[in-house]
């Protein structure tokens, strides 16, 4: 169901690869709810993905870009900023990779180079875009800027690796960012923390099944979907949420907020049948 959301807004996209990715769900429904946009991604993932598939679909183009390279993302901008129109409203960060997780280094015996990438990629590339945005004057005021983290930001995760250190950077950026751009022009910046997703970033983590049916035994409303997500990003753009800023926003279904549910603890339920409980909250 559509309802005029973003009705004559314009934004950017990053990240959509394939129609498992979560940017490529925001897309659809950023379309469906009366937006243009520009996506864009690494000429690697535009070449291997299907991004340009999704660009058909939307009436838009696909610009190439390395979001950790401030000149792609200079023409970046501009050239959205032609191809659409007049200023930009909202963007979608949804970029996250770790050389070390892909190569399976250990947390305690990361390559240094790797991390460098890792934040520079999934972390500074943020600060990168809003950089860039901000010396173009490239955003309306009311724009809303989002980018997508996990939970591992604040607590730790096994197999998550390096991309923990990622993400809490990258909650940090919307914040300071958030301060300046905010009080100058009045654009908003917010950190999306999205339940696991079965994308190919989300396959990325060791044991990602485990970790998937975890977090659905110990979310009140199970794990957030694609989908939703996508949902919730539309309703960050839009006009009704222009006081909501420098915040890292849960879209986990509350699992941000358990300790332990029946769920999960039946998992454990190892030879004490006698302390069964009576009743199953799940
Ligand atoms: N899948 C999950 O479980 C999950 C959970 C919480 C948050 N997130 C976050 O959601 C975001 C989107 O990931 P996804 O799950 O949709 O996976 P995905 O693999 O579909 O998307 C990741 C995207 O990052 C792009 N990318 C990598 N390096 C880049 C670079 N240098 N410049 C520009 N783009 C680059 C990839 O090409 C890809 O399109 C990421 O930030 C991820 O960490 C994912």
């Not at 914040?175 to 654009?187: D, L, Q, T």
């Not at 999306?192 to 035994?217: C, V």
């Amino acid at each position: 169901m559509a309802y005029n959301l973003l009705k004559g807004k314009r934004g950017i996209i990053f990240g959509a690869l394939n129609k498992n990715s979560i940017a490529w769900k925001v897309a659809e429904r950023a379309q469906e709810e009366g937006a243009i946009f520009t996506l864009t991604n690494v000429p690697i993932a535009i070449r291997m993905g299907d991004t340009q598939t999704l660009a058909n679909k939307c009436n838009t183009i696909v610009i190439p870009a390395d979001a950790s390279n401030v000149e792609d993302l200079e023409a970046l901008i501009v050239q959205s900023m032609e191809f659409l129109g007049g200023k930009i409203d909202f963007i979608l960060h949804s970029i996250g990779m770790s050389p070390n997780v892909r190569k399976g280094r250990h947390y305690s015996d990361l390559d240094y180079d790797f991390l460098s990438k890792t934040l520079d990629v999934s972390a500074i590339s943020f600060h990168k875009v809003l950089q860039v945005a901000r010396k173009l004057d490239a955003i309306n005021e009311w724009g809303s800027v989002l980018a997508l983290t996990y939970v591992a930001a604040q607590r730790t995760f096994y197999g998550y690796n390096d991309m923990a250190d990622a993400k809490s950077l990258l909650e940090s950026i919307a914040r300071s960012f958030g301060y300046i751009y905010g009080s100058e022009r009045k654009v908003r910046i917010n950190t999306i923390s999205q339940s696991p997703t079965p994308t190919t970033a989300g396959n990325g983590i060791k044991m990602f099944g485990n970790l998937l049916d975890f977090s659905e035994r110990m979310s009140p409303l199970g794990n957030a979907t694609a989908d939703e997500c996508a949902d919730y990003c539309i309703m960050m753009f839009s006009d009704f949420t222009k006081k909501v800023t420098m915040q890292n926003l849960f879209h986990d279904g509350g699992f941000s907020s358990m300790g332990m549910s029946f769920s999960a603890m039946e998992q454990y339920n190892r030879g004490c049948e006698d302390e069964e409980p009576d009743h199953k909250f799940d």
